[in-house]
């Protein structure tokens, strides 16, 4: 599809973190240091590199333990603490660089994996992405362009200097003109929830229990098609109903199901065969398309609705002091947090009140931004849940790790 893409002009250049990043060219310019290095939440290396910061850091502290053994203490003077400050300016660039040869030889060998997709044409001089202006492009290389500041900078140098450098024939470039990115880029369209789209994990799920697949075009069209459908039809069935008598799936609106259990479907053909003898509860009908499309546009907005004023509700009992508010259950949120500071049954021990306040307070923390919040213990939520995402990250890490050694191990056994 990515190729595909790049054939249509949709995608500008397809290439991989390692080849973009730690590859060098005699004529990139730019300092690449592990802070421009782009990633989605949740990716591999920004987790890979934090375990590497801290064994860097570990092993300094180690050294400097040793260091101090034997030392007595000196007077600072000025030029003293000026030196040192330069030494310690150096001493992180020189972890910057051990850093990205870690994360270098740490991606390598699976870097065809960390794929990156260009929807603009970035500067082969500083690597600034060219948004507005013009950009200038090379007449015979095909992935080489310059932005204006760039290819006025090498207008002054000498001719020998100049594109490419290593060659007495030097290229012309030619310029194209740059839409300008909108002053407005907000965007306007609701905002849709799904628990699917949550973590990653949860999106594996969906794909591994309905297999989607995105080894081929069509495979990837359907797929993206039926991610797209459970991104705008949240409380529709996310996997294929199985019935509990012949254990066939069953197509939508051609079933039946309990509205006591929560688990129970029969197709068309078992509720024929045997009616309703073959459960002791009622059996209603599995709704139809059309109509499970009206329930859940119906369904989805009022969801929204209910889920912004849920949150609005609780950040503004967290603020309020007025003992006689006159905003809609601010008094009813405000019972929930003294009880929750009273209650000794806790929602561990099943106290009701208590787990509809945690689950409140989790909502409010999945969505919160700001680092100042004064809505109770959202602060610690948040970190509980970024440790949660750290220690599932771990986990994928080693899992991607011990595949990559188990390949190595298959491609020398091979050889």
């Not at 794929?115 to 948004?131: D, T």
């Not at 109903?241 to 254990?247: D, R």
């Amino acid at each position: 599809m990515l190729r595909k893409a790049t054939k249509e002009n949709i995608v500008v250049e397809l290439t991989n973190l390692y080849d973009h990043f730690f590859v060098s060219t005699g004529e990139y310019k730019a300092k690449v240091t592990a802070a421009r290095l782009p990633y989605f939440d949740g990716d591999y290396w920004p987790g890979a590199a934090e375990d590497m910061i801290m064994q860097l850091q570990q092993a300094e502290e180690d050294g400097r333990k040793h260091q101090k053994k034997g030392k007595t203490k000196k007077t600072a003077t000025k030029r003293a603490s000026k030196a040192a400050s330069q030494d310690e300016l150096a001493s992180n660039a020189s972890k910057d660089a051990l850093l990205m040869q870690k994360l270098g030889e740490s991606i390598s060998p699976m870097k065809e994996d960390f794929i990156m997709v260009h929807l603009q044409y970035a500067c082969s001089h500083c690597c600034h992405f060219i948004v507005s202006g013009k950009r200038w492009a090379c007449s015979q290389c095909k992935n080489f362009q310059l932005c204006d500041i760039c290819y006025e900078a090498q207008q002054k140098l000498d001719e020998r200097e100049w594109h490419p450098i290593n060659s007495r024939e030097k290229h012309l470039f030619n310029s194209v003109e740059v839409t300008d990115i909108p002053s407005d880029t907000r965007d306007k369209d609701e905002i849709l929830e799904s628990e699917f789209f949550d973590t990653r994990q949860a999106f594996l799920s969906l794909c591994q229990g309905n297999h989607y697949q995105y080894d081929t075009l069509r495979r990837a069209k359907h797929s993206s098609m039926m991610v797209l459908y459970h991104l705008h039809n949240p409380t529709a069935p996310a996997f294929v109903t199985t019935c509990n008598t012949c254990h066939h799936d069953i197509e939508t609106g051609q079933g039946w199901r309990c509205e006591t259990c929560p688990d129970f479907d029969i197709c068309n053909a078992c509720y024929q065969k045997d009616g309703n003898s073959a459960h002791p509860h009622k059996l209603t009908t599995h709704p139809s398309m059309a109509d499970r499309d009206a329930q859940n546009k119906e369904a989805r907005q009022q969801r929204v609705l209910q889920f912004r004023k849920m949150l609005d509700l609780l950040v503004h009992a967290s603020q309020c002091c007025s003992s006689y508010c006159q905003y809609p259950n601010c008094r009813k949120v405000k019972g929930l947090f003294r009880h929750g500071m009273q209650c000794r049954v806790r929602a561990s021990g099943g106290c009701h009140l208590c787990k509809k306040m945690w689950y409140l307070l989790q909502l409010h923390a999945r969505a919160c931004k700001e680092s100042d919040c004064r809505v109770p213990r959202c602060r610690d939520l948040k970190e509980h849940l970024r440790r949660l995402q750290q220690q599932m990250e771990s986990r994928r890490r080693a899992a991607v790790m011990e595949m990559m050694r188990q390949r190595a191990a298959e491609v020398a056994s091979n050889a």
